[in-house]
């Protein structure tokens, strides 16, 4: 398999981790040798629920079953999609009430920012350094990393960058910006959380200039911050609210969220600003509908702070310089970027599963299903500590 795996199937990178995979289930992905992996990354947090998730698979199959595609999105009412939504704004703050249900994170948001420069009329974007918003030529104008964007240019223009959690750069939103796009918490540049009431100093510059502020929730939604939005530790509510990954537990999913108001001007002037085929398919609303359902029916969102602590209270060592993020989002910054590389691969041959991230190289990501237990977390640290002892 991992023969025909590189040469038939594009590769992201020259050296990609190639385990072969059998099944997986709860806190566990096991290989075609036998094993069980400990899972520390829940597909770089998109398994919400685990992987196989009785609820979700039910749902998965009894949909498969009604019907699959029927239409292009938006043409027809299909109760997986339409309960969905509406259980989703049951739970978001006015004005975020209305859903455009997308394929992914990426195209969610360039969907949120065609959104923002149709309503606002402006064509100014402005996205902070070290962000990630997925790979998309739109996403990726977003990106300040210039040796990932050269080879791709010409971007979208007009984009402009500020610092993250550095309020003196906010004079930066004018009366041209069209939108504001931040991570509610940074999640390539090491997980970095808003600091000094950071995201309310932007939401009032916003406000002050005519400016939409989107909020990227693609990592930290759906309880894993320990609020089904991580934007609610924070005291603000987006224009537009972009969401994915852990929304379908392990299903390709993302959607946009905003009021009416802004989102009524995709539909006219001109007629389909944004259309997708697939968005909204039957199968993954359904997916979508059961993980949300889980999440609101039981402890999981609230026990991700106490299961933040257990983390924190045993992953301690000379070489964790700190721990950064929040609930189930948390990334253990070492004392070299050879130290994360080190505990990454050696982690692998422990089988336990973590991962780096995209701009830090020192962190080592921690981003396990919320449905681990203490017992598996407990089990994970001793192979990271046992790692760490023997570098």
């Not at 970027?337 to 422990?350: I, R, Y």
Request: proline letters at 5%; one cysteine or more; hydrophobic letters at 40%.
């Amino acid at each position: 398999m991992t023969k025909d795996f590189l040469k038939y199937q594009a590769q992201t990178s020259p050296y990609p981790l190639g385990m072969e995979i059998s099944h997986a289930s709860g806190s566990y992905i096991y290989d075609t040798a036998g094993n069980a992996h400990l899972d520390f990354v829940a597909g770089v947090s998109a398994c919400t629920l685990g992987h196989s998730n009785p609820n979700v698979v039910e749902a998965v199959q009894k949909q498969a079953a009604k019907y699959m595609h029927v239409m292009v999105y938006g043409e027809y009412a299909q109760s997986p999609a339409t309960d969905y939504v509406k259980l989703l704004a049951a739970q978001l703050p006015q004005p975020l009430e209305v859903t455009y249900l997308v394929n992914s994170g990426t195209e969610a948001i360039e969907g949120a920012l065609k959104l923002a420069r149709r309503y606002t009329g402006r064509s100014q974007i402005i996205s902070a350094r070290n962000a990630y918003h997925g790979n998309t030529m739109g996403s990726l104008s977003l990106m300040d990393f210039e040796e990932r964007k050269s080879v791709f240019r010409p971007l979208l223009p007009d984009v402009y960058h500020i610092t993250f959690n550095n309020e003196k750069e906010l004079n930066k939103i004018t009366t041209r910006t069209a939108c504001v796009i931040l991570e509610t918490i940074q999640g390539g540049a090491g997980f970095i959380e808003p600091q000094n009431r950071y995201l309310e100093k932007v939401r009032k510059r916003c406000d002050e200039t005519g400016a939409l502020l989107i909020l990227d929730e693609i990592q930290p939604g759906f309880g894993r911050t320990g609020k089904l939005f991580a934007f609610e530790h924070y005291n603000c509510v987006p224009d537009i609210l972009v969401i994915g990954k852990g929304m379908a537990s392990g299903m390709p999913v993302g959607a946009f969220v905003s009021s009416p108001k802004i989102m009524g001007t995709l539909s006219k002037r001109p007629k389909m600003g944004h259309i997708t085929t697939f968005g909204g398919h039957p199968v993954v609303a359904s997916a979508s509908l059961a993980t949300l359902n889980e999440l609101l029916q039981t402890t999981l969102i609230k026990d991700t702070l106490s299961k933040e602590q257990v983390l924190r209270k045993h992953l301690v060592h000379p070489r964790i310089k700190e721990i950064r993020g929040r609930g189930l989002m948390l990334a253990l910054i070492m004392d070299t970027a050879d130290t994360a590389n080190s505990v990454v691969l050696k982690a692998k041959e422990k089988n336990l599963i973590l991962f780096w991230l995209l701009f830090e190289d020192k962190a080592v990501r921690i981003t396990p299903p919320l449905t681990i237990s203490i017992e598996e977390i407990k089990e994970g640290c001793t192979i990271v500590l046992g790692i760490l002892d023997r570098l």
